[in-house]
Structure formats: structure tokens, C-alpha cells
């Protein structure tokens, strides 16, 4: 595989108002998008999150591929090699990582489910993902507008993001929300890192009385998730964690502490497909199951798709449990019209693209139009 030349955008969505989860307002949503061509003009496509250094990392990447005839026989080495080494290196891998999964099945005409051994799924369960808080209004004035929206869209799951205020309110109207919910509709968590270990364990155990499907991230995710282990001993509704995984090093760690029921690798942090799949399948071994986080831009989300197209059944029951794939129903252009043709959903569910690579096409037009920066690679 030759790659003859590579274009690099950075797009950003101003939200207003702000929101964001229980620990920080974001006032903007941005990405890194890496476009990459190869000598017969095909294209493949990547996404990351816009972090410090990631576009640097990213260009300087492609641009010593570009110039090192020999590195094409080993791209995605190389990449790691040459990202891990500056600033944003696993989020400037999985850019590179993904582009060169879209690529490389299109050039052998089947989707990156297909090139990574099979799917064993056409179709998956959306949950819809709350965008968080919104700056200047209390929980009790959003959430029940939020649940009647995504009712009203299909969705038979919601995250709520959870624990910017008091233990005692938000329980509060938890109450009231899987009341209006309903015993059928799937309600889940996410704290982001907003508590303490006490405060996770009384927040644990009103998600346990009120049947949420997972408890997120409740605490801190550095040092290796620290005390997530407790916290999974204790509580009976599932710890589910790991998106910021980087490496199979560190969920192995993870794994054997045991420190989370269910695993969230996201395959624009992970490395790429291969690698969010090569984590779950890690899990799999220690009887952790695994749903990936997705960036809620339109790559990753088709990313996260070809994973779950991937993932073997959890178990050999007859109706074993299944992976669910995070939807955001927040305000992003960058979900939908970054598309020229939207996923194909129905009644909550979603169709996994089959068609070469990730099966999507971008809107290029769009892509430039929207870009606040545009990096054109060199040719060979």
C-alpha cells in the first residue's frame, strides 16, 4: 500500500449554551479528521478528539511516511512509532489508525468488520447519550424535557450524566425519572470522575435500587482507575469504564483487579478498530463484557460500529447480552451532516454499515467549509 498524499482538518462546534458533565462546562466540540490517499486515488478516512499536540502529531506522522519509502511495509508500526513520540500520541495513532483501516478494506473491497475477521451482528441497540448539564439550569429543569425527547426519537436506553450536584437531589429525581421511564426503558449512568469513594458507594446504591443498566466512570480514571475494585465489590449495579484506555498493557492492569464489569474502549483512543477490538476480546477472557465508547462525530461512531460488528457473544445462552452503541443526542453538526448519507436507524437501532471500509461516506464540501484549520500532506 502506497500512500501518495494526506489532508488533516480540525473542525470545532461552538455550544451554546455550554454543557457538559458533572465536572466542567465545554464550551466547543473538536476533532481531528485525517483523510489519507493512496496511489489509486482510494481514500480512507480517521477521527480523533482535538486534544494539545494531536494535529502536530498526527501531520508529522504522515509527513515522515510520506518521505520513507521503506516504513510503507510496516505503516501502522511506524505511526505508533513516530506518534507515541510527540505530544497526543495514542489519540494521534488512533486518527492514523482508523484512516488506515478505511483504507486498507476498501482496497480489498470489504468493510474493516469483514478484514478483521467477520461480523457476527448486521445491527445493534443505540443508546442515546445525554449531552450533560446545561450552564444556568438544575438537573430538575433538563432531565425530564431530555427523557420525552429520546422517548419521542425511538431510543429504548438514555445516560444521564450525573453528579454536578448533590447526592440528595439528584436522587431525588432519579426516582421521579424511572418512574416516568418506565420498567422497560434502559436507564444508565455516567458520573465523569464527579466522586468520592463514600460518595460513589451512596450514589451506587440508589442506582441499585433504581435498576440502572451501569454505573460510569464514577471516580477517577488516572493511576489506573484507583479503587474501582472496591467499588465493584460492593455494588451489584455493573461498573462500567475504560474509555481513556490506550494500551492492552494498561486494560490488562485493569482486568485483573478487576475494576470494571463492563469495558469501553473507544477505537479514536485506543488505537483504531483493531485495537478497541483487541481490548474487548481481552476482556472477554477475564468475563468482562464490552460496549465501546464512541466521540459522537460521525467517523467514530462508524468506527465503534465495525467493533460491535466484530464482538463475539458475551456467553452461550440463548439470548446472551448484547453491546449497545453510545449515541449522542446533543448538538453536533458533526454527527449526521458530516455524512452525505446518515446511519440507517429504526425504532432505536441501528443498521452496522457492510459497504467497503467503514462503510460512509464524507462530505467533503462540508468537511472544508466547516474546517478552522486545513493541512494539505505533501505528495510523493
Known amino acids: ?11 470545532s462546534h461552538r455550544l451554546d449554551p455550554r454543557t457538559g458533565p458533572s465536572i466542567a462546562y465545554s464550551t466547543t466540540h473538536d476533532y481531528v479528521v485525517v483523510k489519507i490517499v493512496d496511489e489509486d486515488g482510494r481514500v480512507g478516512w480517521g477521527e480523533t478528539y482535538s486534544t494539545p499536540g494531536v494535529l502536530g502529531a498526527v501531520v508529522g506522522s504522515l509527513e515522515a511516511v510520506l518521505a520513507d519509502e521503506s516504513s510503507l511495509r510496516d505503516l501502522k508500526r511506524t505511526t505508533r512509532w513516530i506518534a507515541g513520540g510527540l505530544n497526543g500520541g495514542g489519540f494521534a495513532t488512533s486518527a492514523i489508525g482508523i484512516a488506515l483501516e478505511d483504507l486498507r478494506a476498501k482496497q480489498l473491497g470489504v468493510s474493516v468488520a469483514e478484514m478483521l475477521g467477520g461480523p457476527t451482528r ?85 442506582m441499585e435500587a433504581l435498576r440502572f443498566g451501569w454505573y460510569e466512570e464514577p471516580m477517577q480514571q488516572r493511576d489506573g482507575y484507583l479503587d474501582y475494585e472496591l467499588l465493584q465489590r460492593e455494588l451489584e449495579v455493573p461498573i462500567a469504564g ?66 460491535i460488528a466484530c464482538l463475539p457473544p458475551y456467553t452461550r445462552a440463548i439470548e446472551p447480552l448484547e453491546p449497545l452503541l453510545e449515541y449522542g443526542v446533543d448538538d453536533s453538526p458533526f454527527r449526521k451532516t458530516l455524512l452525505k448519507r446518515d446511519f440507517d436507524t429504526d425504532s432505536g437501532w441501528v443498521s452496522i454499515p457492510n459497504g467497503p471500509g467503514l462503510g460512509i461516506e464524507i462530505d467533503e464540501e462540508f468537511l472544508a467549509a466547516n474546517a478552522i484549520e486545513h493541512v494539505f500532506g505533501p505528495s510523493r
Not at 500500500?1 to 489532508?7: D, L, N, Q, S, T
Not at 498493557?249 to 478497541?276: C, H, M, S, W
Open 242 to 307: 475504560g474509555e481513556a484506555l490506550m494500551t492492552g498493557t494498561r486494560a490488562r492492569q485493569l482486568f485483573e483487579k478487576r475494576g470494571v464489569d463492563i469495558v469501553q474502549p473507544d477505537p479514536v483512543i485506543a488505537g483504531g478498530v483493531g485495537d478497541a477490538l483487541s481490548i474487548a476480546e481481552l476482556a472477554g477472557l477475564y468475563g468482562i463484557v464490552a460496549t465501546p465508547h464512541t466521540s459522537n462525530s460521525a467517523i467514530g461512531i462508524a468506527a465503534a460500529l465495525q467493533v
Open 122 to 206: 448486521d445491527r445493534v441497540r443505540m443508546y442515546a447519550a445525554s449531552g450533560g448539564y446545561i450552564e444556568g439550569r438544575r438537573p430538575g429543569e433538563t432531565w425530564f424535557d431530555e427523557l420525552e425527547r429520546v422517548l419521542g426519537l425511538g431510543f429504548t436506553a438514555l445516560k444521564l450524566r450525573i453528579g454536578g450536584y448533590p447526592i440528595e437531589e439528584e436522587a431525588s429525581l432519579l426516582e421521579k425519572i424511572r418512574e416516568a421511564a418506565g420498567d422497560s426503558f434502559d436507564l444508565l449512568a455516567d458520573g465523569n470522575a464527579a466522586y468520592t469513594y463514600k460518595e460513589a458507594l451512596r450514589m451506587g446504591r440508589v
Open 1 to 11: 500500500m502506497k500512500i501518495e498524499a494526506f489532508e488533516c482538518f480540525v473542525v
